[in-house]
């Protein structure tokens, strides 16, 4: 007796149970600043697709998002250099002068004007979370996805095409405070402050716990409103976040562009920066001792820079926040001084006080540190990290391997598993110590560091937290898994997991691989290598390559976790634009090239450049209708690009 298929197992079930399962071409899984580029340009370059995106919170934005919206916050890029090339935030219509960080609520604003300057906004379905995504091992292709619109039940959902764009900073961690049901205070995530603003007005003394930039957020809006505060940074952790003022260096550059000078991305060890076109001079700097030197030196004074100009050995209290890590290795937890007013001066005062230590137990109304240190508080607002891996249950059971996302190590890894490959892990870890021997030298940024898990006081039963051991993304140029699973039908991709300070141009340069992958449509495109043994192989190489180098390049920021860099951003924006066949180089001119630097003005043309050199190849295929039964004929059509 012949097996049953996927496809009609699934239309079968369909039609026991009298479902009419919705068919889309393509759905994207959250409404963030990726998803939202996602979805944009999947909707511009496949018009006649049908197109759903889902998110589970009550508006657009991701961090940004109306309930997201915390009392004071902002962004840590000034004007211009936090939009999408295509849609200039511009003064007359947003509010936001020259020389200004933008406000969560202009920000929000801006999000949802984008959604609707592309026509998107209708097709947002927000309140509807995504449960479960089944991968269809068919020729077809595609996920049934199970999910909960707002007020009703579980229902099914077909995608020709996912786009898994659920974000870093969407699931919040919160551990378990030893005493905390005796506590009486409120105990929240920094994710829910807008929620519990109210604290700001009623709270006398509040604790903050957490030395990352969104702690140094809570603490300044408790300070500026005149509530006491009690600031824990743990002895045993990562330390305070490194955060610098706009302009730095003797230079006084602007720090988001230095970041993004081609002559300075030089300076940094990148596995991928040789696409630039200048791997002789990454050469220089990087396999020999003079160019070593040089480097040092680059880091030295960038560092030495922003410790002078925040003067943290100025007073006792500024000395605890200066940071623990080497700066090299630090990725996109480095943030800016976006305050109105100094936050250090502030800190100096009577209302803030700092503590390095743990957090040892709550009492009823206490808080207890480890250090026999205790005082009162009304709210404990603890910033303890996200779960990096997407909230969804991915389907068939044991997929996530292939699919490339961050899973449980094992030594009896199937090979299509290719996060826990040691074989091919070693090869990978030679070649970058050999042509990056910098990165030998490892930072010891904290020797008594304890995962806050395993700290005593401090518990968890979560299934993911951010201090479990878990392989880390591995996706091709971090966006596609590396498998013949997915690479065969085109149906799978992901977005923004990658983290820098041109998050805004990473997502529609991302966005617009994703489409042209869809479609068949990149120059250097990883499906080509279906049924190719040599050419996989190599594939699953540089796909390791690239995703194994943050565990050398920034051990406290990606390490396991998600891909995050500073000033590797340009060459990561060269190697999406090769894969989609155009030029890398955007300046008028060698010394343009070189000392100008790169934003989203820069990138305005691309989705132009694109169309008019590949809108006349082969159409995608659409479902056609994007709601019919499972079981009823499946017309096709095609897209026009033009």
Known sequence: MASTTATEKRDNIAVAEGITMEKLDCVVVGAGWYGLAAAKQFHCTQPECSLAVFDSQSSLGGTWADNRLYPGLKSNNLLGTFEYPDFPMDTPTFGVKTGEHMPGEVINNYLKAYAARFGITGMIRLNTKVLVAEHQDTVEGGWVLTVVPPGQSETKVFARRVVFATGLTSEPFLPHFEGQETFGGRIFHGKDFQKNSDTLKTAKRVTIFGGTKFAWDAVYAYATAGVKVDWVIRS????????????????????????????????????????????????????????RTIVNSFWKVLGGDVISLNAYDSHPKTAKLKPWTDPMFTGSSFSIMNYDTDIMELVKGDNINVYVSEIDHLSPGKVHLSDGTEFESDVLLAHTGWKHVPPIKFMPEGIEGELGIPHTPRADAPSTDLANDPVLTERVDKEILERFPRLKDQPIWNKNYIPMTEQKGITSDDEITPYKTLTPYMLHHFIVPPSERFLRSRDTAFIGIVSNFSNMITAH???????????????????????????????????????RFGKWRYPTDWGSKNPNFIFDAVPYLDLLQRDLGLGIWRKKGFLAEMYDPYGPEDYRDVNNEWMTKYGDMKKLESLGESSKSLNSAEPTSEVNLN
């Open 236 to 291: 045993s952790g990562h330390g305070p976040c490194w955060i610098a003022p706009s302009y730095v260096t003797p230079l006084k550059k602007w720090i988001e562009k230095l970041a993004n000078m081609r002559f300075l991305t030089w300076f940094s060890p990148c596995v991928w920066g040789d696409v630039d076109g200048y791997g002789g001079i990454r050469g220089f700097y990087h396999r020999t001792a003079v160019g």
């Open 509 to 547: 340069l991302q966005g617009l691989w994703i489409s042209a992958y869809f479609a068949g449509k990149l120059e250097h495109d990883p499906s080509t290598a279906v049924g190719d043994k040599e050419a996989m192989e190599h594939l699953r190489y540089t796909t390791m390559l690239h995703n």
